[in-house]
């Protein structure tokens, strides 16, 4: 069965600091995408990277990068510079199958970040 | 607009009421989905619409009933639900049959409480 864990529930980091949020998923395909996305309190899920899995360069958007370990099927994000407007839940996602017309993505279950003036 | 647009931003409703829920997205996109968020839990996909055609029902109760008479509008209609139906209701849009996959663009979600 395709899956995707966060096993940190919860975080906080101290603004200007560095923090790595932590994903594994399992699956069989060999090519797929991979994505973070952050739920601020206003609710709106916001897509804040994504990967290629068949790239072997980690995916970078200003502060946030990620740490795409393909034979470990992990996919950790690293958030730079911390601001308070990084405090939010964040999901990593992904298709459970990269022949699925539909794109439908699963979730992890989730880790609360706090950003800590 | 731009982007995805849900409304109602809250409803509250009656065990014995109907009441719908409505997205719109301006984006182009071919493809349309309902998610539900509740507390402690992943969100969970309840129906995927393709090509406007429901290719995914991820069996969900039939109080829970999801039109979609466009690429562009998506509706879920509600009735006779139970107190545990309550949670946050997110529906999002992607552009599918490119070969690309460029993730979701979610709307803002509809909290609905039963009561």
């Known amino acids: 069965a395709q899956t995707v864990t966060q096993s940190q529930p919860e975080m906080s980091v101290q603004e200007a600091e560095t923090v790595t949020l932590s994903c594994t998923y399992d699956?069989?395909?060999?090519?797929?995408?991979l994505f973070w996305y952050k739920q601020p309190p206003s609710r709106q899920m916001i897509l804040v990277i994504r990967q290629e899995a068949y790239k072997q360069q980690n995916a970078t958007e200003n502060r946030f990068s990620v740490n795409f370990q393909k034979a470990a099927k992990s996919f950790s994000l690293k958030i730079s510079d911390s601001q308070l407007g990084d405090t939010a839940m964040y999901f990593c996602?992904?298709?459970?199958?990269?022949?699925?017309?539909?794109?439908?993505?699963?979730f992890g279950s989730g880790t609360r970040l706090l950003v800590r003036p | 607009e731009t982007g995805v647009t849900q409304t109602p931003r809250h409803l509250v409703m009656g065990m014995t009421n109907k009441k719908s829920l409505k997205c719109e997205q301006h984006?182009?996109?071919?493809?349309m989905y309902w998610y539900k968020q509740s507390a402690k839990k992943p969100l969970e996909l309840m129906f995927v619409?393709?090509?406007?055609?429901?290719?995914e029902n991820n069996s969900v109760p039939s109080r829970f009933s999801p039109e979609c008479p466009n690429s562009s509008h998506l509706f879920l209609h509600l009735h006779t639900l139970q107190p545990e139906d309550s949670a946050l209701y997110l529906c999002?849009?992607?552009?599918?049959?490119?070969?690309?996959?460029?993730?979701?663009?979610f709307g803002s979600g509809t909290r609905l409480t039963v009561v």
């Open positions: 619409y393709s090509l406007e055609e429901r290719v």
């Open positions: 699956t069989s395909e060999s090519n797929y995408y």
């Open positions: 984006l182009g996109h071919n493809a």
């Open positions: 996602a992904f298709p459970p199958t990269s022949r699925d017309s539909s794109y439908k993505l699963i």
């Open positions: 999002a849009s992607s552009q599918v049959g490119t070969g690309v996959n460029y993730g979701y663009t």
